[in-house]
């Protein structure tokens, strides 16, 4: 991947396989092949193993989980790879927040002003990422702001 060093690339292959297989095989198994997962030297190993360990444990074709690996693996390539050619957006954007947030050492806004040529408004609204939803404050600027857009 173009923007992962080969270290950063090598964790988003093992933790890819890894969270595809714990969908698949029992955790006891899915313990023991985090090893030999680890020890593979290319993504195809890495996809083979998958692929062996599935077929002991689930109903799935074995080439399904191959293509699905290799799917998810090179969209995630694609997204890290591409480069806008696009102005930024010239649109009013708001931005909702919780009070609570479990998001550390980012920028205020998410890092939203650098695709907009206007500045972000951003509103608090009390409460977490989920109980957020029950503020009525919230509904009612989402309300207005797009009351105020028509």
């Known amino acids: 991947m173009k923007n992962l060093n080969e270290e950063s690339e090598l964790f ?4 890819l396989i890894y969270q595809l297989l714990s969908c698949c095989i029992p955790l006891g198994e899915l313990a023991k092949n985090k090893v030999d997962i680890f020890k593979c030297q290319t993504w195809e190993e890495r996809v ?5 360990s ?4 689930a109903p799935l074709k074995a080439d399904y989980l191959g ?3 290799n799917t998810i693996y090179k969209r995630m390539k694609c997204v890290d790879n591409y480069v806008p050619s696009y102005r930024n957006l010239r649109s009013n954007v708001k931005l909702f927040k919780a009070t609570a947030s479990i998001i550390q050492d980012i920028a205020d806004d998410y890092g939203l002003s650098a ?5 972000v408004e951003i509103r608090l609204f009390e409460g977490n990422h989920e109980t ?3 503020n ?3 509904a009612d600027a989402i309300n207005t702001s797009s009351l105020m857009a028509n």
């Not at 988003?12 to 933790?15: A, E, H, I, R």
């Open 12 to 15: 988003v292959q093992n933790s």
């Open 48 to 52: 083979n193993l998958a692929i062996e």
């Open 54 to 57: 599935v077929k002991k444990h």
């Open 67 to 69: 293509l699905v690996s």
């Open 115 to 119: 695709f907009f040529e206007k500045s």
């Open 132 to 134: 957020i939803l029950e």
């Open 136 to 138: 009525e404050k919230l």
